[in-house]
């Protein structure tokens, strides 16, 4: 079975509905398919400021959201990605072949620190794409082995692009050791936006409260923030991204959540008004995160089943990246411990 592999960051107590519809929700068939590597980014999570009691908790509970939509750890690897030393490792590696000119030009690093100025934004956080690229390519199947995916949301486009350069790079100066991977990105669902500046994408960490819509929302809020979604001037239900930024998120996500195609949603909202749309939304929205909430919650209360359960990821996953490491460190001239 060919590999995949993905990772989500602990950056706030729930995942959004943009890393659900562009991420895990795509996750889960892709066990029964493939080699599946999913885990926690908690060393990405430390790129920006955090508190460590935070941290802590939100990887716990960002894991029991993982379970609760349906990864399953008979049938994939989830794991923490600090309990696997060699990410930092292939870190370092990789960051003495990445160009400095070639991180400044990552679009992320712009928009993350675009706040409080590049200058402040912390090394971590310019490396940050460097880290993502290690991650992957620790899980590089045998050479011969072509297929490799990666599932992520089209924000994510740019820093695929640099992990296969620096795979290529590592592979000419080195020896080949790396597949390139291939970023494999569902087009309808690849970026949903804020539902109050639907010009942006849902973000973790810089949406407002109110421009997110989370898996762990309690019904009465999720509603609310459904029904007070920034809609376009006009009244008519129409996709175009253009000219009706909000109508249009609004309809990508009803469709993603349903499976109607936009064109039957736009007949079947025919001479509708947008709240109209928005109540139908929202109880598609709490269908679907009702279940996952009540079964995190649960999972919640038992922290030390899901630390064992991370634990026997960790161990699956390390046993891949030690193999890699030996490799790459042979490769790159650094001497063998006697
Ligand atoms: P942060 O703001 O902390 O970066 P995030 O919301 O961008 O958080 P990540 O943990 O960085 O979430 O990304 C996890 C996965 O979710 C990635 O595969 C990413 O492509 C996907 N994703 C994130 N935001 C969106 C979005 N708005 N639409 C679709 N997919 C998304
Ligand atoms: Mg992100």
Known sequence: RPRVLSGIQP??????????????????PLQDTHEAFYFLANLHAMTVEYDPAVLLHRTRVSAAQLLAAGLDPARCTLFVQSHVYEHAELQWILSCLTGYGEASRMTQFKDKSAKEGASAASVGLFTY????????????PRVGEKDFQVPVGEDQRQHLELTRTL????????GATFVEPNAHILKSVAKITDLQEPERKMSKSSSSPQGIINVLDEPGPLRKKIMRAVTDTGTEIKYDPETKPGVSNLLTILSALNGTPIPDLEAHFA????????????EVALETFGPIRERTLELMDDPAELDRILAKGADRAAEVAAATMATVRERAGLLRRG
């Open 167 to 174: 795979a290529g790079r590592f592979n000419h100066r080195f």
């Open 11 to 28: 950056t706030a107590d729930s995942f959004h509905l943009g890393n659900y519809l562009g991420a895990v929700r795509q996750w889960i």
């Open 271 to 282: 001479g509708a008004g947008y709240g109209q749309l928005k109540k139908e939304l929202a």
């Open 129 to 140: 794409p460097v880290l993502q690229a290690a991650d992957i390519l620790l899980y590089t």
